[in-house]
T-cell receptor, first 113, second 112 residues
Framework: AQSVTQLDSQVPVFEEAPVELRCNYS??????LFWYVQYPNQGLQLLLK??????LVKGINGFEAEFNKSQTSFHLRKPSVHISDTAEYFC???????????FGTGTRLKVLA | EAQVTQNPRYLITVTGKKLTVTCSQN?????MSWYRQDPGLGLRQIYY???????DKGDVPEGYKVSRKEKRNFPLILESPSPNQTSLYFC???????????FGAGSRLTVL
């Protein structure tokens, strides 16, 4: 069975500092990987995705993530955060060729002034 | 505008009173699915549908029903809601050719 682990439930960081949100997954088959962001009282919005090809993927709002197959990780990074990045971030996987989606438990990013 | 629309956005009901949360998409997507979001648990898949009249259980289907009679609609039915179904519910859809989900704005349900 597949699973997704986001070890950090909350990450406080000062404005303009770099941030990394960690995501590890387990799967016996190949997967597609995603990061979604949820702003307060809103739905989920796609930040970025890894389907195939280059392991470094760039998304919206200056975020990027690197797929590491050997470590089964897909960590999200941003070199300089803004107050507006305060939100909850979800890592998700779907085994390729299936209709199942597995989400992590989420990481609340709080950007401090 | 391409979107997934859920209704109602907020609902307070009582135990045992049947309710339906509607979900509609205007993107001609084949796949639709329902999730519940609970603090500390993230999103968990309830049911999904690969196309009209084709549905399957996700990870937490107990207490829920779905139907897919039209391509654009995928309602979630709670025949006899219980307090443990108090949650934030999301509907999502995607086309057959892409695994990227588009989410609705969410429906916050409280069962007293």
């Amino acid at each position: 069975a597949q699973s997704v682990t986001q070890l950090d439930s909350q990450v406080p960081v000062f404005e303009e500092a770099p941030v990394e949100l960690r995501c590890n997954y387990s799967s016996s088959v190949s997967v597609y990987l995603f990061w979604y962001v949820q702003y307060p009282n809103q739905g989920l919005q796609l930040l970025l995705k890894y389907l195939s090809g280059s392991t470094l993927v760039k998304g919206i709002n200056g975020f990027e993530a690197e797929f590491n197959k050997s470590q089964t990780s897909f960590h999200l990074r941003k070199p300089s955060v803004h107050i507006s990045d305060t939100a909850e971030y979800f890592c998700a996987v779907t085994p390729s060729g299936t209709y199942k989606y597995i989400f992590g438990t989420g990481t609340r990013l709080k950007v401090l002034a | 505008e391409a979107q997934v629309t859920q209704n109602p956005r907020y609902l307070i009901t009582v135990t045992g009173k049947k309710l339906t949360v509607t979900c509609s998409q205007n993107m001609n997507h084949e796949y639709m699915s329902w999730y519940r979001q609970d603090p500390g648990l993230g999103l968990r898949q309830i049911y999904y549908s690969m196309n009209v009249e084709v549905t399957d259980k996700g990870d937490v289907p107990e207490g829920y029903k779905v139907s897919r009679k039209e391509k654009r609609n995928f309602p979630l039915i709670l025949e006899s809601p219980s307090p443990n179904q108090t949650s934030l519910y999301f509907c999502a859809s995607r086309p057959d050719y892409s695994p990227v989900l588009t989410f609705g704005a969410g429906s916050r349900l409280t069962v007293l």
